[in-house]
């Protein structure tokens, strides 16, 4: 995941905490892929970039960090 000011996480788990696809060997990739998480509060960058920061469900990133500032048009139900 590339946060909100471009700094790339990364997730490492079983499939099921990011998709509901079966993945399989056969799987062609990418993936389409998410990680749920709940909203913890928003703002507005001094460019207007609307943020909104984010906590994980039932995941954190290879570096222990679960709250992240994300682009709102990052986010879907």
């Given at each position: 995941?590339t946060?909100?000011?471009g700094?790339?996480?990364?997730?490492?788990?079983?499939?099921?905490?990011?998709?509901?696809?079966?993945?399989?060997?056969?799987?062609?990739?990418?993936?389409?892929a998410?990680?749920?998480?709940?909203?913890?509060g928003?703002?507005?960058?001094?460019?207007?970039?609307?943020?909104?920061?984010?906590?994980?469900?039932?995941?954190?990133?290879?570096?222990?960090?679960?709250r992240?500032?994300?682009?709102?048009?990052?986010?879907?139900?």
């Amino acid at each position: 995941m590339t946060d909100a000011s471009g700094r790339t996480w990364l997730f490492v788990d079983k499939p099921p905490i990011f998709t509901n696809q079966v993945i399989s060997p056969a799987t062609p990739f990418p993936v389409a892929a998410g990680i749920r998480c709940e909203i913890a509060g928003r703002y507005q960058r001094d460019d207007g970039q609307a943020v909104v920061e984010v906590t994980t469900v039932d995941v954190d990133s290879l570096y222990g960090q679960h709250r992240f500032g994300v682009n709102a048009d990052q986010l879907f139900d």
